[in-house]
């Protein structure tokens, strides 16, 4: 799933790939905002990101669909 984290006062958002389901992503947020701790989130290529929950702007997820190439004509 692709995320975009968007932080307060920042301009351009994090942009990851993760292995996580919707409901994953959701509990690992929570927790960090209940609990006062960081995401910390890793990327499919390896990349770690840490946030802390009060620099949390939002953020949005898509799914990763793999794009057809040519006319598919059935």
Excluded: C, K, W
């Excluded at 307060?8 to 609990?35: F, H, K, M, W």
């Excluded at 960081?38 to 702007?57: H, N, Q, S, Y």
Aim: charged share 15%.
């Amino acid at each position: 799933m692709e995320i975009n984290i968007g932080i307060t006062g920042g301009g351009t958002p994090i942009s990851l790939n993760v292995e996580l389901t919707e409901e994953q992503l959701t509990q690992a947020v929570e927790a960090a905002l209940a609990g006062g701790g960081v995401l910390t989130l890793r990327g499919t290529d390896g990349t770690l990101v840490m946030v802390p929950p009060a620099a949390l702007g939002y953020i949005r997820t898509a799914q990763n669909d793999r794009q057809r190439v040519g006319f598919g004509f059935a």
